[in-house]
């Protein structure tokens, strides 16, 4: 009996080991654009350093009386 599950179990369990040294792929970082301070602090947070955040408007800044310019529109593009 301990002989049949030792079978079972390595038959089971050699598939599962690597064959071989596998490279990581390198990440890639997202580019987040938020609109106000709030979010961007959150986006900054949850991502930290495997994505690039960027505030829009600046900090204080009202952004219902914010129009945003031609450089804003270009700051969010990738």
Known sequence: ???LFACLLAFILVPALPLGAQEAAPLTKIKIVTTISPLFDFAREVRGR???VVLLFPPGVDP???EPTLD???RQSL
Do not use: G, I, P
């Open 1 to 3: 009996m301990n002989r």
């Open 64 to 66: 219902h009386s914010l």
């Open 50 to 52: 495997y994505s690039e």
């Open 72 to 74: 804003d529109s270009a």
